[in-house]
């Protein structure tokens, strides 16, 4: 158990405690997982300490989809998840534009043989 991290809240991604008021933690997959997750909602340069993790949003958001390379937004999202060096293969992107938002499904494969799948919905 060497991928451990602490859980996070999918919605609020606030820290969560269990009943006895302790930190809850999570291993292995469910770490690579929620790590992809956070890293489709982060803004490439928003975080503080490592300016270069995120996603590239800043090259599709506010512009038309009509207007990007064919495969642009989607060679975007995958950059995104291989920043988890535990995905070794993507099996699907579905990124979705919704009002001023995007939507983005995802499948991947984990070194471990594990599949994961999330979305993520209404990034601005």
Known sequence: ??????????????????????????????TSA?????????????????QTHGTDYDKIMGRKASSLPEDEIEEIIRSAIFQ?????????VQPAFSGRGLN???QGLLQSGAYITSEVKEIE
């Open 104 to 106: 983005i499904a995802f």
């Open 1 to 30: 158990m060497d991928n451990m991290t602490l859980k996070l809240d999918p919605d609020t991604r606030d820290l969560i405690f269990d009943d006895e008021e302790i930190l809850e933690t999570i291993y292995d997959d469910e």
């Open 34 to 50: 929620q790590n992809v997750r956070n890293t489709l909602l982060v803004y490439k340069g928003e975080f503080p300490f490592d």
């Open 84 to 92: 988890e060096t535990t995905v070794s293969q993507i099996v699907d």
